[in-house]
């Protein structure tokens, strides 16, 4: 079964703007990380977030994490259309097994 | 660097036919490996992972198996394919440090 959702399903914006994805999972957790996929392609890793950390920054993306509400964000600013793609949420209780959430289709509008 | 190759890349079988889709990773000894299935605008589904030769654990019971021949080769195999099996397999490999995964560029099955 899924330990982290994402919300929501599908997010439109426009090139500049910025873009917040959210996540929630079920059990506690090790750490949290995210993943973008290009259409077609395999994933990539973008930033890990441990349980006992509230908030991470990688270029142009924010994480947050708030483990009394079993939840995190992922913030894009300044959007680009290379940033199309679709974002995962992935949770680790034991760390050799990432759960993967459903993910947030993200479109960027020149 | 460490490279995650898969092949096929894209792979089209009849109902009943066989499975064998093969992954190696390249530059790191003795990882932690992993198949994901995707469906369709879904997200990942683990398949099986495996922290060493010979050593296979199931995550979901199906008609898919899974074996580890060499310290840096995965093996997906099935004996006979179902249409429900159609979908986007991907190979991970994970850092032991972090835990974070590394994927390889995925087997697009379509069973027809």
């Known amino acids: 079964s899924q330990q982290g959702e994402e919300d929501p399903q599908a997010l439109s914006i426009q090139e500049g703007e910025n873009a917040t994805m959210n996540c929630s999972y079920k059990t506690s957790i090790n750490n949290l990380q995210w993943y973008r996929q290009n259409s077609g392609r395999g994933l990539v890793h973008l930033i890990l977030i441990r349980s006992n950390e509230r908030e991470k920054h990688s270029g142009r993306l924010r994480v947050t994490l708030d483990t009394s509400k079993k939840s995190s964000s992922l913030l894009i600013t300044a959007s680009r259309a290379a940033d199309t793609a679709s974002y995962f949420c992935a949770t680790a209780l034991i760390s050799y097994k990432l759960s993967f959430g459903a993910g947030t289709t993200v479109t960027v509008r020149a | 660097s460490q490279t995650i190759h898969q092949w096929p890349a894209t792979l089209v079988q009849p109902v009943g036919s066989p499975l064998s889709l093969e992954c190696t990773v390249e530059g790191t000894s003795n990882p932690n490996l992993y198949w994901y299935r995707q469906a369709a605008g879904r997200g990942l589904q683990l398949l099986f992972y495996?922290?060493?030769?010979?050593?296979i654990s199931s995550e979901v019971p199906q008609n898919l198996s899974a074996s580890r021949p060499q310290d840096r080769q995965f093996i997906l195999s099935s004996k006979k394919l179902l249409l429900s099996d159609s979908g986007f397999y991907l190979c991970a490999r994970q850092e032991i440090n972090t835990g974070e995964l590394f994927f390889g560029e995925g087997s697009r099955l379509t069973v027809l």
């Open positions: 495996s922290v060493g030769i010979g050593q």
